[in-house]
């Protein structure tokens, strides 16, 4: 029953990292999300149904438009992969129930918000708004006696963002201050894990970047990846991670 259930947690992760590619590509474009429905950027062809199967088709097509050949990112079936991933992580950490549903929407906004950051360098409000709205009111419905908790962790992680921003310019931006208060409503205490792993892969990712000459030292990289992988890991292992810092120290 278990394996079933995880497995129908892999698909629904997979069905809906679909629908993140859609997101992706058309929110930061104030296209419509529903209308028209997908089509090839090469020849304007709609997909078939058949040609929409995540991951599957574009094995399928090995990577190519039916109609007109041209290439298909490899990002869609990855965006897919690391969805259903996530989902599926989400149901063997914490089970069926409705932390798990909470934890899977946020996992979803998480996705969105990476990638949209990575191509526009903007982490969208219609996205980070809601998601602190609906993270403030799901974990209080979650957690009654321990609401304060989720409050003061999103307040602070926001301030304390915004802080950074404001001592040392070019950093953080104000897109990343919302994140962070989505991030504190919905994890808790364990944005403190988020915020530690997210400033660590920032720092790692952005020497690595410079050193393999992707990037200059004067550019910008675009933290909402980092914070949002960060993010992540935390709502997963927050708790089992703070446990063991604690032996450790
Ligand atoms: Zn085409």
Request: proline content about 5%; glycine content about 12%; charged content about 10%.
């Given at each position: 029953?278990?394996?079933?259930?995880?497995?129908?947690?892999?698909?629904?992760?997979?069905?809906?990292?679909?629908?993140?590619?859609?997101?992706?590509?058309?929110?930061?474009?104030?296209?419509?999300?529903?209308?028209?429905?997908?089509?090839?950027?090469?020849?304007?062809?709609?997909?078939?149904?058949?040609d929409?199967v995540?991951?599957a088709s574009w094995?399928?097509?090995?990577?190519?438009?039916?109609?007109?050949?041209?290439?298909?990112?490899?990002?869609?079936?990855?965006?897919?992969?690391?969805?259903?991933?996530?989902?599926?992580?989400?149901?063997?950490?914490?089970?069926?129930?409705?932390?798990?549903?909470?934890?899977?929407?946020?996992?979803?906004?998480?996705?969105?918000?990476?990638?949209?950051?990575?191509?526009?360098?903007?982490?969208?409000?219609?996205?980070?708004?809601?998601?602190?709205?609906?993270?403030?009111?799901?974990?209080?419905?979650?957690?009654?006696?321990?609401?304060?908790?989720?409050?003061?962790?999103?307040?602070?992680?926001?301030?304390?963002?915004?802080?950074?921003?404001?001592?040392?310019?070019?950093?953080?931006?104000?897109?990343?201050?919302?994140?962070?208060?989505?991030?504190?409503?919905?994890?808790?205490?364990?944005?403190?894990?988020?915020?530690?792993?997210?400033?660590?892969?920032?720092?790692?990712?952005?020497?690595?970047?410079?050193?393999?000459?992707?990037?200059?030292?004067?550019?910008?990289?675009?933290?909402?990846?980092?914070?949002?992988?960060?993010?992540?890991?935390?709502?997963?292992?927050?708790?089992?991670?703070?446990?063991?810092?604690?032996?450790?120290?």
């Amino acid at each position: 029953m278990d394996t079933y259930l995880a497995l129908v947690a892999a698909i629904l992760g997979l069905v809906i990292g679909s629908f993140l590619n859609v997101v992706i590509y058309r929110l930061p474009r104030h296209e419509s999300l529903s209308r028209p429905g997908s089509h090839c950027p090469g020849c304007g062809q709609p997909v078939r149904w058949y040609d929409n199967v995540p991951i599957a088709s574009w094995v399928a097509l090995r990577g190519r438009c039916r109609d007109c050949g041209e290439r298909i990112a490899w990002r869609y079936p990855l965006v897919e992969a690391l969805t259903g991933a996530c989902f599926l992580a989400a149901f063997l950490v914490y089970g069926l129930g409705w932390h798990t549903l909470q934890l899977a929407a946020f996992l979803a906004a998480l996705v969105a918000v990476a990638f949209i950051d990575l191509d526009h360098r903007i982490i969208p409000d219609r996205i980070v708004l809601p998601g602190a709205v609906i993270g403030l009111v799901t974990s209080i419905a979650l957690h009654p006696s321990r609401w304060w908790v989720y409050a003061v962790a999103g307040v602070g992680a926001a301030a304390f963002l915004l802080a950074i921003g404001l001592i040392w310019s070019g950093g953080m931006g104000f897109g990343d201050v919302k994140l962070a208060l989505m991030m504190g409503f919905v994890l808790g205490s364990s944005v403190v894990v988020a915020m530690f792993l997210g400033f660590l892969a920032g720092g790692i990712g952005g020497i690595v970047l410079i050193a393999l000459g992707v990037k200059k030292r004067k550019d910008k990289i675009p933290f909402g990846p980092f914070l949002a992988a960060g993010a992540a890991v935390a709502s997963l292992w927050g708790p089992s991670i703070i446990d063991w810092y604690l032996r450790f120290v």
